[in-house]
């Protein structure tokens, strides 16, 4: 179930580069997320246009792949409006401290293995520790400075209280998010995000912690603040949330940190869960699939299907409510986290004891079953009987205390028009022929 830790903390080959080839690994990165953001917008607009039967951008370039493009040159060189009441040196940090912990989060991202460039031998990665995965925890969780100090920054009631909600649920996720780390760590004797992909050149992570996948794939949607967990940004309530009274420029910069953080999670969970740069079954048959530049494209392929699986629930789901949201991540989340945690350390131990592996997985979870899962489910079904009949009992006295007063009868006949009863032949009422006589005459007097 582990791999040994000598194996995964081998971190050759990271800190002993060429100066200038690291700059060329940094421009790749950069340029890779500014692609990244333009394609999933475009891609966003299309597959939400086809779900709900529109044809999406199609005037900016061909198929309307540039569209993207044209509004980010259009947010540049808008013209910028300050509110009177903002204060401005925060009002201008705050962009730059959501925009930027977005791109520092992809420096120990692995794109695939080592190859040869310029002569040199590198991996293909920006640079590695053995505390890797935790330093893209520690980057990304800092955009919600920003986002905390743009909505105060900006002298308005409703950017506070956006920033307020994006602050609390970011927060609260981000707790379910790296306790699903825990049992990841556990299986893999490692915090670095190489070891972890090397660790699965077997067996994907996301098979045997499909828990932690799960968990963690919820979880990612609330720390993006995408829907169905866009509350932050709740138009009908708080028409734009934190980023209200930004424009220009620095409203593109908000625009771009939302999708490398959707970049980033999506790249995280094909790092700890898929396999990261490794080919999927069919493909890693072959035995040039895991080598050389061809990882990339896995990397890239298992990064788009998980931006899909983004923008398909924005276009499926509906917006939640807030205290149900909250409520979600503290009492459901959490708890299975804890819990799965506890399951997976049990497992780990009995593995290391030399138990055989039926019984170390087997007794856990038969324990996890019997001691929590049971109780926890005839919990939810008393709570569920005692809402059901109390929502009866208000039924019954919302019959009780019924209004008396008249209603008009709902038999009413709706009179045809005149010129449908001619055509068919059809027989009329008395009411309906004078209504159908004074229309004739209104129609000879013109």
């Not at 409520?327 to 290391?352: C, E, M, R, Y």
């Not at 027989?427 to 159908?436: F, I, Y």
Request: charged share 15%; aromatic share 12%; no cysteine.
């Amino acid at each position: 179930m582990s791999t040994p830790l000598a194996v995964t903390q081998n971190l050759q080959g990271f800190g002993t580069n060429p100066f200038w080839l690291d700059l060329i690994k940094m421009l790749g990165v950069f340029v890779f997320l500014v692609v990244m953001t333009l394609f999933t917008i475009v891609f966003e607009r299309k597959v939400v246009g086809r779900m709900q039967n529109r044809i999406g951008p199609n005037r900016v370039g061909p198929w309307g792949i540039l569209q993207s493009l044209a509004d980010g040159l259009k947010l540049a060189f808008k013209e910028e409006i300050i509110p009177v009441l903002a204060d401005k040196p925060v009002y201008f940090l705050a962009p730059i401290l959501s925009a930027v912990p977005a791109f520092l989060a992809f420096a120990v991202i692995p794109f695939g293995p080592t190859v040869s460039m310029f002569g040199h031998h590198t991996p293909l990665q920006l640079t590695d520790l053995p505390v890797g995965t935790l330093v893209i925890f520690a980057t990304a969780s800092l955009g919600v400075y920003g986002i905390i100090l743009s909505g105060w920054a900006s002298g308005s009631t409703y950017p506070l209280l956006g920033s307020l909600r994006s602050a609390a649920q970011v927060i609260s996720y981000e707790v379910a998010m790296g306790l699903s780390l825990v049992a990841v760590f556990l299986y893999s004797n490692t915090m670095s995000t190489s070891g972890i992909v090397a660790g699965q050149h077997r067996l994907w992570n996301g098979i045997p912690l499909i828990v932690s996948f799960v968990i963690y794939a919820i979880a990612a949607v609330g720390e993006t603040n995408r829907a169905p967990f866009d509350l932050a940004e709740a138009e009908s309530e708080l028409i734009g949330g934190f980023h209200t009274e930004y424009s220009s420029f620095k409203f593109a910069m908000f625009f771009l940190a939302e999708y490398i953080n959707m970049v980033t999670v999506s790249a995280l969970a094909t790092t700890l869960f898929l396999g990261g740069w490794r080919a999927p079954v069919p493909i890693s048959l072959w035995h040039g699939a895991n080598s050389g530049w061809y990882p990339i494209i896995w990397f890239v392929i298992k990064v788009v299907l998980i931006l899909f699986v983004f923008v398909w629930l924005r276009g499926t789901l509906p917006r939640i409510r807030y205290d149900q949201f909250m409520s979600f991540g503290w009492k459901v989340l959490i708890p299975v986290n804890l819990v799965w945690i506890l399951a997976v350390t049990a497992i780990h131990v009995f593995q290391d004891r030399g138990w055989p592996s039926w019984e170390a997985v087997g007794l856990p979870l038969v324990v996890v079953l019997l001691v929590v899962v049971v109780p926890a489910l005839m919990v939810f079904e008393g709570a569920a009987a005692r809402k059901a009949a109390e929502l009866a009992e208000d039924d019954e006295d919302e019959l009780e205390y019924a209004p008396t007063f008249p209603t008009p009868p709902l038999d009413l006949a709706i009179p045809r028009p005149p010129r449908q009863l001619a055509a068919t032949g059809a027989r009329r009422r008395p009411d309906e022929l004078a209504a159908g006589d004074s229309d004739s005459t209104e129609t000879t007097d013109e």
